[in-house]
């Protein structure tokens, strides 16, 4: 038995999306020998394997997503965007923007990205279940109105938002975002817009470059209601729980969300390539109950995880199952064998230089 009823979005084709052949991230030509791309269908694959074989399967609810349409893109990306990725997607591929690369039928599998985010918003707001998690790819919190960036083609997480607010009725949404890198996308979307408060957790400086700055609070009516938490790399459990507990909970707490959504980025994580933090299964865990609290007291539960990043798959199935098991409260007691070594990192205590930042964006907030 679970304490909730937990949907969880999958769909086989959110594996058929090709990157392409690359160096990490950077496109195969020239002196970049061809490669696996970092955005592989591996990284989620492996983490709904583990759902499966863990047992946690049958104790959650699975769910089939639907296609978003193009009236619910259009509710952020510009119709020439929109069509630009098709025409790529149905022709020869491309980069829709920078380091987004679209090939055959990346189109229809980022509607169905999209599509699984507002299926799991519906699956909460209508009470078919507690909360939900999206486990889909391509990821979104990169990709601006007019741009795909970083992997990202459209914007789950904010689309997700958006239906929630326009299908819905919703009045007060929040987005907190703990992928490794900077959610310019999802800032964008709503920065000017007080309905929806806009938090990201990430390595300072990374993705995209000079991005998600201390003092990009939001603009006009929107001023105050974006929060940028810019980390030093190197930045373990300490920091994110002091970030947590001194900064958006309490800033969730004020805002009073009737939605929590979270752009769930495993990359945070101590193995992964693409950035230098140090979180762990059980560090995600404590996140999880964190939002899993604010969503009790504001939300009645209502709690959508959208799948971000995530680029060292041998490890983000052991904190995709912590982050599935805390949202159902259905414990398999699969134990996440890196768990001592990544407990055991130096530094993973709150560092002056950390706090630093924390008090800083502390102070700003309390301004607001
Ligand atoms: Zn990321």
């Given amino acids: 038995m679970t304490d909730r009823r937990t949907a969880l979005v999958y769909h086989e084709r959110y594996l058929w999306h090709d990157a392409g052949s690359a ?188 991005s998600g700055q201390i003092d990009e609070t939001g603009d006009g009516r929107g001023r105050g209601s974006n929060i940028n938490i810019p980390l030093p790399p190197g930045s373990g459990t300490g920091a994110f729980d002091a970030a947590f507990d001194r900064i958006v909970v309490p800033a969730l707490d004020a805002h009073r969300p009737e939605l929590l959504i979270v752009a769930c980025g495993f990359d945070s994580s101590a193995w992964d390539p693409h950035a230098r933090l140090m979180l762990h299964s059980a560090a995600y865990r404590r996140l999880t109950q964190a939002m899993l609290g604010v969503a009790d007291r504001h939300a009645a539960g209502r709690l959508v995880v959208c799948h971000e990043g995530g680029y060292a798959p041998g490890y983000t199935p052991f904190c995709g199952l912590a982050v599935l098991e805390e949202l159902s409260g259905a414990y398999t007691g699969v134990a996440d064998p890196f768990l001592p070594i990544f407990e055991g990192y130096g530094g993973q205590e709150l560092q002056p230089h950390q706090e630093a930042v924390i008090t800083a964006v502390e102070q700003r907030a309390g301004a607001r």
């Fill in 23 to 210: 160096a990490s991230v950077i496109p195969a030509g020239g002196m970049v020998e061809p490669g696996p791309h970092a955005e592989s269908p591996e990284r989620i694959r492996r983490i709904n394997s583990l759902v499966e074989v863990s047992g946690l399967g049958e104790q959650v609810e699975r769910v089939r997503p639907r296609p978003a349409t193009l009236d619910e893109l259009l509710r952020f990306h510009t119709a020439g965007y929109v069509e630009r990725v098709q025409e790529l997607s149905d022709g020869e591929g491309g980069d829709a923007g920078e380091y987004a690369p679209v090939n055959r039928s990346s189109y229809e599998i980022a509607l169905l990205a999209v599509g699984g985010c507002l299926t799991a918003v519906d699956a909460v707001v209508d009470g078919r279940a507690d909360n939900a998690y999206a486990l889909v790819r391509p990821p979104g919190h990169h990709a601006l109105a007019d741009k795909g960036m970083g992997g990202c083609i459209f914007a789950n997480a904010a689309l997700a938002a958006f239906h929630a607010l326009d299908a819905h009725n919703l009045e007060r949404i929040a987005i907190v975002d703990w992928d490794a890198h900077h959610g310019n996308g999802t800032q964008a979307a709503f920065y000017d817009d007080p309905r929806v408060l806009t938090i990201s957790l990430h390595q300072a400086d990374c993705f995209p470059p000079g």
